[in-house]
Every structure is written in structure tokens, then in C-alpha cells.
């Protein structure tokens, strides 16, 4: 305790608030012989001392409680301000009532002109207290400014003209290590543009190709989150066109002890670009149907499992049961969860879906409530060389699981679906489409376990997307390797996805196909593109992008709908809820035992296949030696 009142920090804190208490007791001073004309004798009066030794003590107070002198001044901020504002207000509120309130001497030769005295008082104190601070700051700023060293500083632009933005520009301006020079804010609101916001403009994104020429812009600084995401979008791409380069920080919670280190600068990813507007959530729905349930996640360990467990863990379920047969992810998983003091809310449990006897142990010990089924084969060109594992996995594992489900009495099944399964034109979605079929036939053939199916899109960062592959090809120097110059896929962040998955199964009543506002379809090509430039290298100059050719059962662009499909709206303008024919479920158990079957005895592959699609007639496969063997049979 003793070393915390002697240090340098404490020894500051304790100067400020003795300079703060000698201006708002000379102002009160310069208030009394304002408001009584400047008559001096009767302010030096017993009376007056009173007054004055009420006023100090009653601030002394009020300004330890707001803890207006903790503050350091060379940072002072709009928010300190208030808090003086607010201070100088409640101390002289304070004053007034308790001088009525105590009889003070001589009362009757101050009460005629107390109330105009504390009004000046009021304007003086803050006005002296607001400069006092300001004075310091640019004090401080001049004192440590070199000349020298400001021309060598990157020219940066701040995106937005909000108090985010400003935070921003009083961290960079503040930091005694910060090598950057904030020009301006970057910001196309009508009613902000060619302003001044703390003697800093405010440009339009249209001038910032002249902005890099006139003054050499180098960085363009966005805040993580940030509300306006088109707008940003629109100065981000900007910039890539001009070669600025696009750093992110995160929100000003997120800043150590109130500042912005340099260390949390990173570099723009191609997810940021691909970011859109947040997703509102019903997260009454949400907590109210996880709340104290157990709760079991297949596939718990990859990128849209583990996801799913972090988002549910935080709305405070019984546990939540990781289920997966990767040791080592899995394992990685639940060391973050402890790291987060949250490992005694999962229970981590090891085994594949196609092991039914593991399923059944692991439905014994936990009893789960609700099951989020993301465990799958994915890879398309992958079960297109291996058509028997995708239907053990995709298939057999989620049969067992729907059925375990339905023995057990759990209240919801959601299911995690492709867009591939869509008019299928390759084994793995084809294998989903049929894993969909068999979860809504057994929805609708009991009434005991509500089934419901989410189907998106690609999502970003994933195990082997599309994302992470081009940035190790750029780290290595290319070539870039894409399959169709005019390939497009929809994209969805994970965390996006899985927040919509959650809403899903909050809505859904069973039975129903879930389909997400993927967006706008995004050219691959565009995408490379992009990434090139975000690494500050040039396309086809610093890294190729090479057309390998389309691969097997892969095609130009995906559908969230078939042709005897149609949607429907929800309450979330980003889900849908598509209209498909339903099968019954003895007719689709039947099928599939018969495909189980074919695929348990080793049969061959195009015979599997073959049977995939007797029960998914719409799939057609492409660019697939199924194919030949299908045009073959038709001869």
C-alpha cells in the first residue's frame, strides 16, 4: 500500500488532483467577487472562508468518487471532458443544497448572490480545468515531438468518422513508439464530408487515389466490426486498387490498459473483405432453448463443430458433449476450452459415427438433449475417388445417429447440409442430399425427436478450403492454382455460419430445410486476385494464377435450391426455409439399407454410385468417369 502512494504514477495522480482543487477554488474565489461587483471586503469574511472550505471539501469528494484525477492528461479524450463536466456539476449541485441545509455565519450577506456565483463558478472551473488539460497535452506532444522523425512517418488514413475512429487517431497520435501520422478519417456521409473532426478532415473514399499522390498515404487503419461494412468494402477496395496498404485493430475494449499497442495492428484478410452486415440474433430463442441442456456436437473438432461448441458454451447449457475421432484437433479443442475456464462444461468424448456400439456408450453415459450433427466426408474430389466411405460416414453415421436420437428421446436433431447437395453432381453431395432425405422422412414419421436441416454454402477458413490453400501458395511465390477462370462459390465466415445455425434450430418445428443468405456468389478467380494484392504483391507478375481444369464432380457455380424447390420466409430475413417434396420414410429406409449394403460388401464403385442415384434422381454427375459409365448404360 505504501509503495502504491509513493510512486511516480501515484505522485501524478495526487499533483492533478491539487491543481484541480486550486483552480475550482480560485474560480469559486473569482465567482464571488464577480457576482458581488467586485466588493472584496465582504468576500474575505469568515462567511466566505466558509463557503470556500465547503466548496474544497465537497470537490475533493466529488472528484476522488469520479476519479477525475486518475486520468493521464497527455491522453485526454472528449470522455474526460464530460467527466470534469459532469464533476463541476454535481460538486456545485451539492454545495447549494448543503449550504441551505447548514447555518453557516453571516448566511444573509452571501445568500443574495450565492446562486449567480455558483453559474460563473460553473463556466470558469471547467473552461480553466478543460484548458489545464489541452495545455498539458500539446505540452507534452510538443516537448517529445522530432522534427526529424515526423517526415520519415507513414501517412495513414482512418476509416470512419465515428468515436471509434477518433479513439483510434488519439491512440496513434498519443504513442510515444507509434511511426504513423494519421492524415485524415475516410468516411462517404454526405454531412461528413470536407469536415473537421480535432483538426483532422474528413475525405471521401474517391479521393484517396489523389490523397496517396499529394501526400504519400500509406496504410489505411479499420477497426474491427466496424457498423459500416459496405462503406468500408468500398475504401478497402480502394486502396487494393491503389496498392494502400489495410490494417485492422481491434475494438477499444480489446486494448491493453485503455491503449492501442502496435502489436495489435494485423494485416487485412481476405475474410475482412467478404465480411457483410452483423446478423441480428433472437438470442431469447437461442438461451432459452440451450439453457441447462446437454448438449451433443458431432464432429466437435473441425471448423464448423468447434465453432458451434464455443457459440453454445456461451448460452450456459448443462455441457456440451465433443464428439470426434480426431485426436489431435480434438485434443487442441479442449486445452482452449480449459485455457477459457470452460472445461468443466464439456465432457470430450473420442469415436467415429460409424462405430454404432461407440455411439451407443457415448448416448448411455450423457444422455444428450440436443445434437448438432457436423460430422461428415467433405472433400469432393476425395469421395469422388472413395464413394463407399462417403456413404459409411455421411450416410450409415448419420442413420445411426437419427435413429439413437429418436431411441433416446432427444428434442432436436439439427443437421449440418452443403449447398452441393443441390442438384448434386458429385458423390459427396449426393451423399448428403440422401443423409437430408432420411432426416426428414423419420421427422415426419414420429412425433418425439424434431429433425431439422441447415444447408449453406462454402465457409471461409475451413480444413482445406479454398482460403488457406492460396495464401500458402502466395507465401511460397506462386503460381496461384485455380480450377475455371469462371468458377464462383458463396462464401460465409464461420462464426456467421454457425450463429445462423443456432438461430435455425431455434425456429424450426421439424421437418424443415433451413437455407442462409449466402450472399453474392464470389468469382474464384476475383478471389485469388485479391489475396495477391492483399500480400502487396502485383498478379501475374509477382504470382501466376494457372487454370488446372475443373475436377472431378466439381461444377461452375453452386444452387441453395433445386428446381422443384421453393423457399419461404422467417422471421430472420437471412434464413429461408425451403419447400421440398417429402418421401416416406419406410420407402427411404428401404434405399438406403439396400446403398448400405452395397457399400459394406466392397461392391464396386460405379455400382454404389448407381444407387445413389435410383434414390437421387437429380444427380448428375459431371466432369466423372460415373459419368461415361452412366452415358454408357444409356447407349
Known amino acids: 500500500m505504501k509503495k502504491m502512494f509513493l510512486s511516480e504514477k501515484a505522485y501524478s495522480r495526487w ?93 444573509y450577506l452571501i445568500e443574495q448572490w450565492l446562486d449567480v456565483a ?62 504513423l501520422k494519421v492524415l485524415g478519417f475516410v468516411d462517404d456521409k454526405l454531412d461528413k464530408v470536407n469536415k473537421s473532426i480535432e483538426r483532422k478532415k474528413v475525405y471521401a473514399s474517391s479521393q484517396i ?19 459500416d461494412v459496405e462503406g468500408m468494402h468500398k475504401a478497402i477496395e480502394r486502396c487494393i486498387e491503389e496498392g494502400i496498404k489495410v490494417v485492422s485493430v481491434p475494438p477499444s475494449r480489446q486494448w491493453l490498459d485503455g491503449r492501442l499497442s502496435l502489436n495489435q495492428f494485423r494485416a487485412l484478410r481476405i475474410e475482412d473483405l467478404l465480411e457483410r452486415e452483423p446478423i441480428v440474433l ?42 470426434d475421432q480426431a485426436e489431435t484437433p480434438l485434443h487442441e479443442l479442449q486445452m482452449e476450452l480449459e485455457d477459457n475456464y ?57 442413420k445411426m445417429l437419427a435413429d439413437m436420437a429418436v431411441e433416446y428421446g432427444v428434442d432436436k436433431f439439427i443437421m449440418i447440409s452443403t449447398d452441393k447437395a443441390v442438384n448434386p453432381t458429385n458423390v459427396m453431395g449426393a451423399s448428403k442430399r440422401i443423409a437430408e432425405m432420411y432426416t426428414q422422412s423419420i421427422s415426419h ?41 469462371d468458377i464462383t462459390r458463396y462464401f460465409m465466415t464461420i462464426p456467421e455460419a454457425v450463429q445462423l445455425v443456432l438461430e435455425a434450430s431455434a425456429i424450426g418445428n421439424g421437418g424443415e430445410i433451413f437455407i442462409f443468405d449466402m450472399g453474392k456468389p464470389v468469382r474464384i478467380f476475383d478471389l485469388a486476385v485479391n489475396m495477391i494484392k492483399l500480400a502487396g504483391l502485383v498478379p501475374e507478375k509477382d504470382v501466376q494464377i494457372v487454370c488446372t481444369g475443373l475436377r472431378p464432380g466439381e461444377k461452375l457455380y453452386e444452387e441453395l435450391l433445386n428446381k422443384e424447390e421453393h423457399n419461404i420466409p422467417t422471421d430472420n430475413v437471412k434464413i429461408k426455409i425451403s419447400k421440398v417434396i417429402h418421401h416416406e420414410f419406410d420407402y427411404i ?47
Open 589 to 635: 429406409r428401404n434405399e438406403l439399407e439396400e446403398l448400405i449394403l452395397l457399400a459394406s460388401r466392397s461392391s464396386t464403385n460405379q455400382a454404389v454410385v448407381r444407387k445413389m442415384k435410383d434414390i437421387v434422381p437429380e444427380f448428375k454427375s459431371t466432369n466423372s468417369l460415373y459419368k461415361e459409365s452412366e452415358e454408357a448404360l444409356l447407349q
Open 342 to 398: 470452460l472445461g468443466g462444461l464439456t465432457r470430450v468424448c473420442m469415436g467415429s459415427i460409424q462405430n454404432e456400439k461407440r455411439l451407443r456408450q457415448m448416448f448411455d453415459l450423457y444422455q444428450p438433449e440436443m445434437i448438432f450433427h457436423a460430422a461428415a466426408c467433405k472433400h469432393v474430389p476425395m469421395m469422388e475417388s472413395n464413394p463407399m466411405e462417403a456413404i459409411i460416414t455421411n450416410v450409415l453415421g448419420t
Open 118 to 179: 455558483l453559474i460563473f463558478n460553473f463556466f470558469i472551473s471547467t473552461s480553466l480545468l478543460i484548458i489545464f488539460r489541452i495545455s498539458i497535452k500539446h505540452l507534452f506532444e510538443f516537448l517529445r515531438k522530432d522534427f526529424q522523425l515526423e517526415q520519415r512517418k507513414e501517412v495513414v488514413l482512418i476509416y470512419g468518422s465515428d468515436s471509434a475512429s477518433i479513439l483510434i487517431k488519439n491512440a496513434l497520435e498519443s504513442g510515444a513508439e507509434s511511426d
Open 445 to 485: 414419421w414420429q412425433p418425439t425427436t424434431k429433425f431439422i436441416t441447415t444447408r449453406f454454402g462454402n465457409v471461409l477458413g475451413s480444413n482445406g478450403s479454398v482460403v488457406p490453400r492460396f495464401k500458402s501458395q502466395i507465401e511460397h511465390g506462386g503460381p496461384i492454382t485455380i480450377t475455371h477462370p
Open 282 to 323: 433472437n438470442k431469447g430463442n437461442i438461451y432459452k432453448q440451450l439453457r441447462g441442456k446437454r448438449v451433443l456436437v458431432t464432429g466437435a473438432a473441425g471448423s464448423i463443430g468447434s465453432e458451434i461448441v464455443r457459440q453454445v458454451l456461451s448460452y450456459n447449457p448443462k455441457y456440451v458433449i465433443l464428439f
Open 209 to 227: 487515389g489523389l490523397l496517396k499522390l499529394k501526400f504519400s498515404v500509406g496504410k489505411l487503419v479499420v477497426m474491427e466490426n466496424h457498423p
Open 15 to 107: 499533483l492533478i488532483l491539487m491543481v484541480d482543487q486550486l483552480i475550482v477554488t480560485w474560480a469559486l474565489l473569482v465567482s464571488f467577487l464577480m457576482a458581488n461587483r467586485f466588493e472584496y471586503k465582504e468576500i474575505f469574511t469568515s462567511a466566505s472562508i466558509s463557503y470556500v472550505g465547503l466548496y474544497s471539501l465537497i470537490a475533493i469528494l466529488v472528484f476522488v468518487t469520479m476519479r477525475v484525477h486518475t486520468g493521464i492528461i497527455r491522453y485526454s479524450s472528449t470522455d474526460d471532458i464530460f467527466r470534469v463536466f459532469m464533476a463541476v456539476t454535481i460538486t456545485s449541485t451539492l454545495f447549494g443544497a448543503t449550504s441551505k441545509l447548514l447555518v453557516l455565519p453571516k448566511l
